[in-house]
């Protein structure tokens, strides 16, 4: 299962509604029930507000969260995966770059759901998008 950078966010800093539904599915990640993969965008976008705050406990504590997370697969983003992202971009021109990449990796590892809280992230080939407002876990 692809996983967006807002289910990292919304349960690190616990101050969205939408955290108790990210929380319970990030818990399904690290006790196995399926496995998770995110490109390493996620943590550069996960990364911003504490530089921003210059929080560098927080950073610490992110990095070392990110890195020990149990079941989760980490992708940098390859050629194959830029020129995939590339194609989605081209075939939905409001779909963002990075949201994109994000797609083309969880395609490139074979995931057939990505779990979002952005409307704006269309269903593409063999993945299914799924809105964590949607999926009655809050």
Known sequence: MGLDTSLFIYTFEQTSLFAPAATAVLHSVERGDVSGVVSTLVLA???VLPYRLARHDLVAVYLRQFQMFPHLTVVAPSLQICQAGARLRAASP????VDALHLATAQSAGATAFVTNDAGIPPVE????FQLSTLGLT
């Open 45 to 47: 976008e996960l990364l």
């Open 94 to 97: 409001a779909l963002r770059l």
């Open 126 to 129: 063999d993945v299914t998008v």
